[in-house]
DNA sequence: CCCAAAAAAATTGTCAACAGTTAACGAAAA
DNA sequence: TTTTCGTTAACTGTTGACAATTTTTTTGGG
């Protein structure tokens, strides 16, 4: 029986199925298990009970450890002999080395873009940009950050270096790997809004210099506004 | 019987059990396999046989699965369900996307540096690039690659950020996962030089820009050149 | 001789059991 | 009361077995 479905995304079990035809339990485990640190069910430092995780899912502990080991070679989780998995902790060091190298990923990503650019293309990205605009006017901040993901999203996919975009992902998720998760995607709409207007200038104007300039900036200045609000915390230690 | 030791680096028996101690026979076999793949033991395209691999190195089975999904999760390997696990076969054009990567993670440590470099450091850099010019002059490439190697992780390692050091190992390894792997670092000492020098000079000027550049510029050079040998192997196909 | 279907072998996916280690708990001594 | 030691429980590491699937070989017909 099993208890996999209770926890996933709803599937008819046709379709259920139809994914362990063609992927394994350990991979259906790790996408999980992913989403579950992904969504906060899990966090940093938190160990990982094999036994506990199999039985939630309805399966032995071999495919647990299988997908335990695939998320700590994409650096999720990190294992300690005879002690337990756990989920990554980011130290403030960590979280600004990811900043960092996704600034650089990012960057690269606008560069490409610039390059390459469609017609239609240019009309998703203002159809971002300007939604963004309007969502931050009326404050409403559940259609911007739906948007602003994906507008993103839509940049690293775009460029036509799926590796690229990959390793880009792969880096914002570890960013949920730092202890205050929430304010991670927090603050400066505004500003966040000119920085779009500017990228959205530099790709139209196909300029891969303005473009890189530009994508690395708005990464570096989301990092800036992240390390302020931490060290605002830090000042104020109680509260909690 | 741990047959481990055979096909592993010499340890006395002491250090072994030390290792085991500490590291789980998965992470054992992981270091193995990632050692035969980059070796060239095993090449891109060829399935790996658990059975065979287990006794070979004397665990069973349990282990060298976990060892494959870590691979696997660190874009090594890729796995198909009730097929088996494959070392992973790069295109040109992913071999293109990895460059273009390193590129930019290679431009991000050379513009780190430049801001934080020291005066050891940096005698330490002019100390590889003269070597390198020195074995140069000499026709000497067994010293040249080597000091090459070092100049290179040197810098990544220097530039104050740990998990830039890990991605970029990572994707210089995922280059040998190109059918072709000998070409990879072939040719153009004396440009190659010439680059270095250049790198030397933004660093050692603590010119984060221009650092920045010369490093990007280095290793898109270095896939011209391979891309170069490519196009020229395409166009007389036979001889092997 | 070649092709298709069936049988056999090989290989992967999953599980349950056992061994070894660590952590938790409680009792005895300082 | 605190500390230390020993016992017990929980958990991880590893293995071998079994089930399911794929690949190879064999066999029979055209």
Redesign the pocket.
């Known amino acids: 029986m099993p208890k996999v479905s209770h926890s996933m995304m709803l599937r008819s079990p046709s379709e259920e199925l139809a994914v ?2 063609t992927s ?5 485990v790790e996408r999980e298990v992913e989403r579950l640190i992904l969504n906060g069910r899990f966090s940093p430092g938190e ?6 995780l ?1 039985s939630e899912l ?6 647990v ?2 997908a ?1 080991r695939a998320l700590e070679g994409s650096g999720l989780i990190v ?7 756990f989920i990554r902790r980011l130290s403030v060091q960590e979280v600004r080395e990811v900043y960092e190298i996704r600034s650089a990923l990012f960057g690269l990503a606008g560069k490409l873009l610039a390059e390459r650019v469609t017609a239609d293309q240019l009309e998703r990205l203002n159809g971002y940009v300007t939604g963004m605009e309007e969502a931050s006017r009326e404050r409403n901040f559940d259609a911007y950050y739906p948007l602003n993901l994906a507008f993103h999203e839509f940049i690293v996919d775009s460029a036509g270096n799926a590796m690229l975009a990959q390793q880009y992902r792969s880096f914002v998720k570890k960013l949920h790997l730092f202890r205050a998760r929430s304010l991670v995607q927090g603050g400066g709409l505004g500003v966040s809004n000119k920085e779009h207007r500017e990228m959205l200038s530099a790709i139209t104007a196909r300029d891969p210099v303005w473009a890189h300039e530009a994508h690395c900036r708005h990464v570096v200045s989301a990092r800036d506004r992240l390390l302020n609000v931490i060290e605002a915390e830090a000042g104020k230690p109680d509260r909690t």
């Open positions: 362990l035809r394994s339990l350990a991979a259906v160990r990982i009970n094999e036994n506990k199999a309805g399966t032995s502990r071999g495919p450890r299988e335990i294992s300690v002999r005879n002690r337990g998995s």
